[in-house]
């Protein structure tokens, strides 16, 4: 199975402030990263699928970058509506698996 | 609009079972392979199980931990999703989610629904 680590566990920030997120796949995933965001008591919502492709709706502050094993979610300038947990999933085999989380505090 | 509504969550006793079911509406819900995931208090995500559409011939998995306890199906024809939880531990305590596949040929998640509790305890 694959797992995924991400770090930071948490994370102080900003109103705009650049807020970067990695998370490391415990093997080779080529592209197959998604990212999503969730918020106290609500669902997740996808904001990244296919490492890098911005789904639809979702502010273009957001990005993602990687392949193989390494990724990254960046948050160019932070919003007060982005304080929320973030959470990577990879796609490439089942089990599906999500990294552990990144929680994005108010500094 | 797409909606995910779930619903049969509850109480039960360790080694009961419980039937949770999701009611799609706003999209084409049979062309959809569709996935479970539960979320134990305070814990991260873990994806549940998925089930294929009648094209790939409703074909399911399951995560390891759930794997001969738990059995996704589906009713095309009432646009509803079903997760059957049988022999349930203290740890399936969670929010259980539905979640709509992305169709983009790759298994991720573009569609949620606010979630059904599970608590398992004596």
């Known amino acids: 199975d694959i797992q995924m680590t991400q770090s930071p566990s948490s994370v102080s920030a900003s109103v705009g402030d650049r807020v970067t997120i990695t998370c490391r796949a415990s093997?080779?995933?080529?592209?197959?990263l998604g990212w999503y965001q969730q918020k106290p008591g609500k669902a997740p919502n996808l904001l990244i699928y296919?490492?890098?492709s911005l789904q639809s709706g979702v502010p273009s502050r957001f990005s993602g970058s990687g392949s193989g094993t390494d990724f990254t979610l960046t948050i160019s300038s932070l919003q007060p509506e982005d304080f929320a947990t973030y959470y990577c999933q990879q796609a490439k085999a089942f089990p599906l698996s999500f990294g552990g989380g990144t929680k994005v505090e108010i500094k | 609009e797409v909606q995910l509504v779930e619903s049969g969550g509850g109480l039960v006793q360790p080694g009961g079972s419980l039937r949770l079911s999701c009611a799609a509406s706003?999209?084409?819900?049979?062309?959809?392979?569709m996935d479970w995931v539960r979320q134990a208090p305070g814990k991260g995500l873990e994806w549940v199980g998925r089930i294929r559409n009648k094209g790939q011939s409703y074909t399911t998995e399951y995560a390891a931990s759930v794997r001969g306890r738990f059995t996704i199906s589906r009713d095309d024809s009432k646009n509803s999703l079903y997760l059957q939880v049988n022999s349930l531990k203290i740890e399936d305590t969670a929010e259980y989610y539905c979640?709509?596949?992305?169709?983009?040929?790759?298994?991720?998640?573009?569609?949620w629904g606010q979630g059904t509790t599970v608590t398992v305890s004596s």
């Open positions: 093997q080779g995933i080529g592209t197959s």
């Open positions: 296919a490492a890098s």
């Open positions: 979640a709509r596949d992305l169709q983009r040929g790759e298994a991720f998640m573009d569609a």
């Open positions: 706003g999209f084409t819900f049979s062309d959809h392979y």
